[in-house]
């Protein structure tokens, strides 16, 4: 008999985490937080429901000698899918891509990621990982991250599949369409899919309500980019994400080509050396025992004397260090802060004002909108499809039901019987 309990993530967007048991065998996957709540100790966030109830796995006085065979499986390595990690004290394994742990390694090293001492394994695309009497495979697939993949958990008997994060119109889509051919031919029992989109309005949050796919959007990002640098006077300065490092390469050799490189972070420039070991990275003139061949500093008195050769790149964190420039332009390309719903977004928006700093956004979403998750949902057919990652899922739920699938609205820490 195998059991599926879901211990989190059902009502909210990040934090989705499942249990499947058989015996003495379990896979959890994914192990995320909705919110970062390192003032509090663990009791306390079990009692919240802020960490997932496997208390054995947090708490070393806590006895479990159920499991014989358990490990943790990482779709990728966004905060929403793996700050419960820095609560774990068992030495149970914890996989992720090979891609995913490059990735993890390098932001480390940078300072951009907590180091953790944890049973780090990595797993390849499309190899099967034996857990007592589970497999787990991984399937490379497109999100706004290097190493995303979509998970297939099996018994022997029953096949249960998790999404992961996705979009269909990045760089790699096709990873998405052989996935998806591969769940339908084994005829899922359960298809556990993100609704990011579906809780958001239409034009909320940049979701897409129609489908496009001779569209890449990542692309027009870059586009949009490149369109800013050619008609700003003032020095662009562009807000992007460490951990969307293809992004980062794009937009480095977008304004390269431009002729007006971009100036980084210390930390974001020896990130993207690792990415590109050929390429000379410009980096801000911040104090750094940490600068490599290839890295040339740029001083802000640089910057200022000539803007149009010059693009900036900057972290909300580092928000005051912008007031050394003369005359800036700020483009929002899903760093952080990311919207209204964040207090730091007024904040970023009141520091420009004070500034007279325009604010353009530019990025564009890493999840497939309503429309393309149906579509994924019907290329699939599972047996049921559960809508998780959403404050919405009943709206998720409805509208799939409408195309004629069979939806699943789990209820948190239920266990459910396969058999």
Same mark, same amino acid.
């Given at each position: 008999?195998?059991?599926?309990?879901?211990?989190?993530?059902?009502?909210?967007?990040?934090?989705?985490?499942?249990?499947?048991?058989?015996?003495?065998?379990?896979?959890?996957?994914?192990?995320?937080?909705?919110?970062?709540?390192?003032?509090?100790?663990?009791?306390?966030?079990?009692?919240?429901?802020?960490?997932?109830?496997?208390?054995?796995?947090?708490?070393?006085?806590?006895?479990?000698?159920?499991?014989?065979?358990?490990?943790?499986?990482?779709?990728?390595?966004?905060?929403?899918?793996?700050?419960?990690?820095?609560?774990?004290?068992?030495?149970?394994?914890?996989?992720?891509?090979?891609?995913?742990?490059?990735?993890?390694?390098?932001?480390?090293?940078?300072?951009?990621?907590?180091?953790?001492?944890?049973?780090?394994?990595?797993?390849?695309?499309?190899?099967?990982?034996?857990?007592?009497?589970?497999?787990?495979?991984?399937?490379?697939?497109?999100?706004?991250?290097?190493?995303?993949?979509?998970?297939?958990?099996?018994?022997?008997?029953?096949?249960?599949?998790?999404?992961?994060?996705?979009?269909?119109?990045?760089?790699?889509?096709?990873?998405?369409?052989?996935?998806?051919?591969?769940?339908?031919?084994?005829?899922?029992?359960?298809?556990?899919?993100?609704?990011?989109?579906?809780?958001?309005?239409?034009?909320?949050?940049?979701?897409?309500?129609?489908?496009?796919?001779?569209?890449?959007?990542?692309?027009?990002?870059?586009?949009?980019?490149?369109?800013?640098?050619?008609?700003?006077?003032?020095?662009?300065?562009?807000?992007?994400?460490?951990?969307?490092?293809?992004?980062?390469?794009?937009?480095?050799?977008?304004?390269?080509?431009?002729?007006?490189?971009?100036?980084?972070?210390?930390?974001?420039?020896?990130?993207?050396?690792?990415?590109?070991?050929?390429?000379?990275?410009?980096?801000?003139?911040?104090?750094?025992?940490? @600068?490599? *061949?290839?890295? %040339?500093? +740029?001083?802000?008195?640089?910057?200022? $004397?000539?803007? !149009?050769?010059?693009? /900036?790149?900057?972290?909300?964190?580092?928000?005051?260090?912008?007031?050394?420039?003369?005359?800036?332009?700020?483009?929002?390309?899903?760093?952080?802060?990311?919207?209204?719903?964040?207090?730091?977004?007024?904040?970023?928006?009141?520091?420009?004002?004070? @500034?007279? *700093?325009?604010? %353009?956004? +530019?990025?564009?979403?890493?999840?497939? $909108?309503?429309? !393309?998750?149906?579509? /994924?949902?019907?290329?699939?057919?599972?047996?049921?499809?559960?809508?998780?990652?959403?404050?919405?899922?009943?709206?998720?739920?409805?509208?799939?039901?409408?195309?004629?699938?069979?939806?699943?609205?789990?209820?948190?820490?239920?266990?459910?019987?396969?058999?």
């Amino acid at each position: 008999m195998t059991y599926v309990r879901f211990l989190g993530g059902l009502k909210t967007i990040g934090g989705n985490i499942v249990e499947i048991s058989q015996g003495d065998s379990r896979v959890i996957t994914d192990f995320g937080l909705t919110q970062q709540s390192s003032q509090a100790d663990v009791k306390t966030l079990l009692a919240r429901h802020e960490l997932p109830a496997v208390p054995e796995l947090f708490m070393p006085q806590v006895s479990e000698k159920k499991f014989k065979h358990q490990a943790i499986f990482i779709s990728h390595l966004h905060l929403d899918h793996t700050a419960a990690l820095e609560y774990l004290t068992s030495d149970l394994p914890v996989y992720m891509s090979r891609a995913t742990y490059e990735l993890y390694q390098q932001l480390v090293k940078v300072g951009l990621a907590t180091p953790l001492k944890l049973n780090f394994q990595v797993f390849d695309p499309g190899v099967s990982v034996k857990v007592g009497s589970l497999t787990v495979t991984g399937f490379a697939s497109d999100h706004d991250i290097v190493g995303i993949s979509s998970l297939l958990i099996s018994d022997g008997q029953h096949y249960f599949a998790h999404s992961g994060d996705l979009r269909l119109f990045g760089d790699h889509y096709a990873n998405v369409q052989k996935w998806e051919n591969k769940f339908n031919s084994l005829n899922l029992d359960l298809f556990l899919l993100e609704g990011t989109s579906f809780s958001f309005s239409a034009g909320e949050n940049g979701q897409l309500e129609e489908l496009h796919p001779e569209i890449n959007r990542e692309v027009e990002c870059g586009r949009r980019f490149m369109t800013a640098l050619q008609s700003l006077t003032g020095i662009p300065v562009v807000n992007l994400y460490p951990r969307n490092v293809e992004r980062l390469v794009r937009f480095q050799q977008i304004a390269a080509k431009s002729q007006r490189p971009i100036v980084w972070e210390s930390a974001f420039a020896q990130l993207l050396k690792h990415y590109l070991p050929n390429e000379t990275i410009f980096v801000q003139s911040e104090p750094s025992s940490n @600068q490599r *061949a290839g890295i %040339q500093v +740029i001083t802000w008195k640089q910057i200022n $004397a000539a803007p !149009e050769k010059y693009t /900036v790149q900057n972290s909300f964190t580092n928000l005051k260090r912008l007031t050394k420039l003369n005359d800036f332009s700020y483009l929002h390309a899903d760093g952080g802060p990311l919207g209204d719903y964040d207090p730091d977004y007024q904040r970023l928006k009141t520091f420009l004002d004070q @500034q007279q *700093a325009t604010l %353009q956004r +530019i990025g564009t979403s890493g999840h497939a $909108a309503k429309l !393309e998750l149906i579509q /994924v949902a019907r290329a699939v057919q599972a047996k049921k499809t559960v809508i998780w990652h959403s404050f919405e899922p009943q709206k998720a739920a409805t509208a799939l039901k409408t195309d004629g699938l069979n939806v699943f609205l789990p209820e948190l820490n239920h266990k459910y019987l396969f058999k």
